[in-house]
């Protein structure tokens, strides 16, 4: 069956590059997804990457998949304050419409 | 993502109590899907729909029912609300597209049963 599965927590200071992981059993996956929650709002997409592709990269986002060991990563260069929030990685296969999503990252940045 | 609204934001109410959530969306996707997140749990789909007439349940349907009224609306209800149904519940759209399908999500309903 499907299952992503993300660590809980990661703790970062201001300036550092955060890196944010992700695994995944079905390797039937067509895209795989990374969501940012802030408090109080809903999930807003930051960027995708096709399972075709080993990177994607996005201003201070880089997306990195390895698909031998189902393993996807999201690295924010220049962590700020700002990006303070939970963040899912979330995976969609071509035969259905869903999408399976990891439990978040909750990432907190210290001044 | 204000093309996907939901209402209301946040209710409060009893055991017992049949509440329904409303969602609609101006993105003109096709397909829209009602979520329940809770502490530690993440995203639980409850149900999906990928057109008017086609309407499946999500992991954890139990309690709850659904109706697509358009291809704007999707409403949740929970006939006889219990307090473990206190949640925030989530809203999402996608197009139609076996491909690329992020989904789009609405900015959430806080629930409360007392």
């Known amino acids: 069956g499907e299952d992503v599965e993300q660590s809980l927590f990661l703790s970062v200071r201001e300036g550092d590059s955060s890196v944010i992981n992700c695994t995944y059993t079905?390797?039937?996956?067509?895209?795989l997804y990374w969501y940012k929650q802030e408090p109080g709002a809903g999930l807003q997409l930051l960027t995708y990457i096709f399972s075709n592709m080993d990177m994607k990269q996005d201003q201070r986002l880089t997306v990195l998949l390895n698909k031998k060991d189902k393993h996807l990563s999201l690295r924010i260069a220049d962590t700020q304050t700002g990006d303070s929030a939970i963040y899912f990685c979330?995976?969609?296969?071509?035969?259905?419409?869903?999408?399976?999503f990891g439990k978040g990252t909750k990432l907190s940045v210290k001044p | 993502d204000a093309d996907v609204t939901q209402t209301p934001r946040n209710r409060i109410t009893k055991t017992g109590k049949r509440i329904m959530l409303e969602c609609s969306q101006t993105?003109?996707?096709?397909?829209m899907y009602w979520y329940r997140q809770d502490p530690g749990l993440g995203l639980r789909l409850i149900y999906y729909?990928?057109?008017?007439?086609?309407?499946n349940k999500g992991e954890i349907s139990d309690g709850y029912s659904v109706s697509r009224q358009a291809q704007a609306k999707f409403s949740l209800s929970l006939e006889s609300a219990i307090p473990n149904q206190t949640a925030l519940y989530f809203c999402?759209?996608?197009?139609?597209?076996?491909?690329?399908?992020?989904?789009?999500f609405g900015d959430g309903t806080r629930l409360s049963i007392l």
């Open positions: 999402a759209t996608s197009a139609k597209d076996r491909g690329n399908q992020p989904q789009h």
């Open positions: 979330a995976e969609s296969f071509r035969s259905q419409g869903n999408l399976i």
């Open positions: 729909s990928f057109d008017v007439k086609d309407i």
């Open positions: 993105k003109g996707h096709d397909r």
């Open positions: 079905d390797s039937s996956s067509t895209y």
